[in-house]
């Protein structure tokens, strides 16, 4: 049984008030898949790269994952995004996007990938999404669905068909939004949880997620930083870290789900530490089992 | 002993997108005094206000609250502030700001209020803060300071004289920032307790509320509400329960801070509900021990 994670693998030039970065390893895929694979160790990629991408994959497999579903482009070149963030951190510029071998990427799934149980969808246009479900034998335990408000603008249609599909969908507040024309999370929430997913992750960046399903509501918070260094690819490493939880203890309910969504919260209070998927190369497990023992602390309280 | 409170005792006119008012009962020492009530039972209040205030001082007295420093100037008029929220209901547009009363107040702290042991300092000139301070022939168990970004603008200098006489400050994260000269909420921290208080909250509305203190952080959530009526008062409705629920229990200590927090949310989560402070006029003890529960259950995780 395996997690399989589909997404971009690419390349990244970064500036943020800290520093300035060349080309480096960047793309949803890679975030997640690092970031799961300190929770479990059967985590499998599928994305698309170009022959420039070269031994850089090394970064991902060196964490036990497998590329047999990532694919090379002969002569063609990696999806590349650079951004520069405003002082802030909250908001950012594009400053390039190349969408290069991503703009023909149809999604391969291998054979060995077809014991698929937990599935991440990463942010991709919800006709990729959806290929990738329909080339799976058999549905998953569990799907995971990111998307983006990009894809609410240009291809509503198409991702209320993969919507209807997945167990659990995240997106940040300002999409929640958009996508149930609902101001109130709650109302919101309650819109998006008909359109099919059982289970709705808002995300919040520094004020934390909700969870939204089985008529409860989980608040968690994020860990409060005294440097955010490099917010690329926190989400996708939050999502990474949830999946790879769940994928570990098996069990798919509300009180399970809460944990991963602290676990997922832990895992992208690293990513921000440094350029990158830099902070996500060379974990402890000490590492995470004390940033967990913090966001505990952070959120306990008693009252008799 | 008992929980003196200074501040406002008002009219206002409110605009939300649910509906409009006339003249309403307002004011920071109302909303503080009315919560606190619910939670403690010696609340006296400081205040000023005009002859035209009326009657409508019987809404404070029903609860039990003392009203002897509240000095009514004869012939005058009551402080008067009419605003508009915005469809977020995040933001306002002030319509009216008549100062009255309010202009030359000098708080008259009654012989029966020195046995003051809990003392709010509700948002007011830094002047009258510290006035009020000093009017207190022994210095309170504990002082909580509310406060805002206009007194950053124009009283600086008294307002960091006050800040070394309190205890608690109560800011939004804006004025954190603001006050700090740092955009990281940690780093705000580091510098604010350096101004004198022990202990630092931030207040980030639908976000909740992060407590600083003891080398600690806590991180309280915010109930997501389905929606949300009319938000005046809500921040001195949290500090008025926080002070309540610290007066009950009588220990000052982080712990205790946190569960604070816990019920100054929960009664700024009523106060939302209705117009003004219409919903804390007559709230039970078993609603507010069954909000109390939405807040255990919204952020209750258990990881082994």
Sequence with gaps: ????????????????PFGKTDKIVGGAATFAGLSASYLYDNVKLVSVIGEDFGDNIDI??????????????????????????HNDMNSRDTLVT??????????????????????LLGNLTPQVQLHTLERLKEQPKLVVLDTMNFWMDVA????????????VLTINDEEARQLSGEYSLVKAS???LQMGPKYLIIKKGEHGALLFGEGQIFSAPAL??????DPTGAGDTFAGGFMGYLAKVKSINFTNMKNAIIYGSAMASFCVEKFGTERLKDLTQEEISARIQQFVSLSKFDIA
Excluded: R
């Design 1 to 16: 049984m395996s997690l399989v994670i589909v997404g971009t693998v690419a390349f990244d030039a970064i500036e943020t």
């Design 60 to 85: 991902i497999k060196a964490k036990g994952i497998h590329v047999e579903g990532i694919e090379v482009v002969k002569g063609g070149k990696s999806f590349f995004w650079s951004g520069k963030y």
């Design 98 to 119: 190349e969408l290069n071998v991503l703009a023909d990427f149809d999604p391969k799934i291998p054979a060995s990938y077809q014991d698929c149980e937990y599935l």
């Design 156 to 167: 509503l249609e198409d991702l209320k068909k993969v919507l209807q599909k997945v167990d």
């Design 190 to 192: 309650e819109k998006i």
């Design 224 to 229: 409060p930083l005294a440097e955010v260094f």
